[in-house]
């Protein structure tokens, strides 16, 4: 599985952005996709999760600010991130759960840098 990230970007607070995270190959195997963010001396944290039967769920410091969603046609995660805070800026990756029942397994994308000025 190869996930391409994209969307990243500068944005003032209270703004927008939409990020978008394509899979190609085996991604029939993808049970889960999520996004994950990581600021500069942080650990890196899940913020949002789209099972494959549509299940999502959010970070608490995101919830009602930010939408995962996912386009099965274009095999295309989105997550729209509205009403930006400055402490939102981090690089964003993305991560694809194939894990079996025996064996865990995952897949990063690159990082997409989001900025948020105040």
């Known amino acids: 599985v190869q996930l391409q990230a994209s969307g990243g970007g500068l944005v003032q607070a209270g703004g927008s952005l939409r990020l978008s995270c394509a899979a190609s190959?085996?991604?029939?195997?993808?049970?889960?996709i999520g996004w994950y963010r990581q600021a500069p001396g942080e650990q890196r944290e899940l913020v949002a999760r789209?099972?494959?039967?549509?299940?999502?769920k959010y970070v608490d410091s995101v919830e009602g600010r930010f939408t995962i969603s996912r386009d099965n046609a274009k095999n295309t995660v989105y997550l729209q991130m509205n009403s930006l805070k400055p402490e939102d800026t981090a690089v964003y990756y993305c991560?694809?759960?194939?894990?079996?029942?025996?064996?865990?397994?995952?897949?990063w994308g690159q990082g997409t840098q989001v900025t948020v000025s105040s």
């Open positions: 991560n694809a759960d194939v894990s079996t029942p025996l064996v865990p397994y995952d897949y």
């Open positions: 190959g085996s991604t029939f195997t993808i049970n889960a």
């Open positions: 789209i099972t494959s039967g549509g299940d999502t």
